[in-house]
């Protein structure tokens, strides 16, 4: 079988689109690739969903936690604490129970007039459930890291803001929101990778992968096991993670370039491409 | 446990609950936490010495070494934790079964790998086909050990680095000066006077651990993680003691202890910095000069 045609059989595996068998014998490095790289498709499909809808409710998040009334605070707060400081294995599988402990028939609701059946079987499954706990998750993380650069927004800014007249919404929008992004961007860019990362274990923890259609790493273990020879699928599926992560650094790069295109050339920092360990 | 927990179908309410939560199954469950607790203070010394291997290293003045330093703390950030976990224990054992074939049985002609299988002389299977439960159970929780002082050196190794050049540089001439070799600088100047530099770093190392722990179950250690799947099941009246899915409660548990646990760290390192940064010259050892007694 032509390469080629491996991957036109197999680059849309993990969503369900091309050949239904995986391959069972003879594997060749050309499936390997390929596999992989179709299950990639639901790490970025995760990793992306998450932090698009994780970076309103991290704003949110950090917002209450330095709101001044205790009855916003707290519960901002022990958000943050339950998600950062318990394992995401375990509230997969938390969350996991929990959606599958809804009725199977779905939820009546009685809305007066009308009466709707809202179906929850859709929540027990990974594209759903994994979706809801990873997003979060990171608006845990996010909120943290975004509560830290709301703390350091320099006082100048925002009596500048005061003097020239802004006030509510208008000085947030257009003073502290974008100091307090700037601020928190090379913090946040860990933090997204951190989240691509985590989303390799989705399919290890109790979500099931159904009809075969999991992520990167279900398939790299999956040749693994088939093969006992570790030495090539997982060093195939590390190229694919160091080729992301090199992708989200240059993107996030980018925004930190137009977050902090209003300073002085010799105040900008680019963004170090190195570890911070913020988990 | 108790007398009354002979007939387990005649009791109700409290005392079903005492009985049950003190079945056989449940005291290994509750020693699954000490084994978990007592995996990651044996996985804290090794992950340390492959970081300061990994730190000294990416120091080294012979290039080649240099390299392997620096790749080693850079690996982990590019790639899932949870794939080395997975990749780790698999490869190390076979590298060491290889090794040990290659000793024991040099005239075996046929290839190692046949095809999908992996074909080692019987004497150097690890641990021996004949050797009892306990001793593969030991093998295993080994490997797990390793793949995580793996995963962890590396970030250590990170933390360790940076820390080695936060050291002031003066203070390292000054000792050349006094004509210390390299090694006593090491020994005497830089690794003394780094800790105060990697704290910070290593106590989230510390956080991070803890919550890689329940991955171990991944590694088919009988961990916590397992066991709350184990008795959270529903069982059938086939059982001493049958109720419902329970998972969801076992696992608030799991969640609850590891709250737990990260608040205890949290206090506890804490109060390390802060015993540590008394008399330095930093902001945080001023604050301390200036309170009130």
Known sequence: MSCAQTIHDYALRSIGIGERLLPRSDFTLCQQFTLIGSGLIWNIYFAVCALALGFFLSTGVALARSAPSPFVRKPAEWFIFVFRGSPLFIQFFLFYEALTLLPKA?????????????????????????????????SAYGGEIFYGALRS?????LEAADAYGFSGWKKFRKITWPTMLRLAWPAYTNEAIFLFHATTLVYF??????????????????????????????????????????????????????????????????????????? | MFDYCANPDTLEGLRWFSCYLTTAKHMMF??????????????????????????????????PLRWIGKGYA???????????????????DQGLEWMRHKVKCPDWDQPIRQGNDFVVCAQAKLPLGSAPQWQHETYGIILAVAAFAFVFGAFAAHVLSGAMNAVPKAQLETAEAYGMTKGQITRRILIPQMWVYALPG???????????????????????????????????????????DWRLYYFLALLVFYLGLTKVSEIGLARLNRRLSRGQATLAGEEQRKAPA
């Not at chain 1, 096991?225 to 190229?239: C, E, H, R, S």
């Open chain 1, 106 to 138: 779905g939820i009546d609701l009685n809305l007066g007039i009308v009466e709707i059946n809202m179906a929850t079987r859709w929540l027990t499954r990974a594209w759903a459930g994994a979706l809801i706990v990873l997003f979060l998750n990171t």
């Open chain 1, 153 to 157: 927004v320099p006082k100048g800014d």
């Open chain 1, 205 to 279: 923890s109790s979500f099931p992968a159904w009809q075969q259609k999991g992520d990167a790493l279900y398939y790299a273990s999956y040749f693994a096991d088939k093969t006992f020879n570790p030495f090539i699928p997982y060093p195939i599926l590390a190229f694919y993670f160091m080729m992301l992560t090199l992708a989200i650094i240059g993107t996030f790069g980018l925004i930190n370039r137009r977050l902090n295109r209003h300073l002085p050339q010799s105040s900008r920092k680019g963004l170090r491409p190195r570890m911070m360990l913020v988990r």
């Open chain 2, 30 to 63: 509750y020693e699954s936490f000490l084994v978990v607790i007592g995996l990651m203070l044996i996985t804290v010394p090794c992950a340390m010495a492959f970081g300061f291997g990994g730190a000294l290293a990416a120091r080294s003045h012979v290039t």
């Open chain 2, 74 to 92: 850079a690996m982990v950030r590019g790639v899932p934790d949870i794939a080395f976990f997975l990749f780790v224990p698999l490869a190390l």
């Open chain 2, 202 to 244: 290593l106590s989230n190392l510390w956080m991070v651990l803890i919550k890689a722990t329940p991955l171990l179950f991944l590694l088919g250690v009988q961990d916590i993680v397992y066991w709350a799947r184990e008795l959270g099941g529903s069982k059938t009246s086939a059982y001493a003691y049958p109720h419902p």
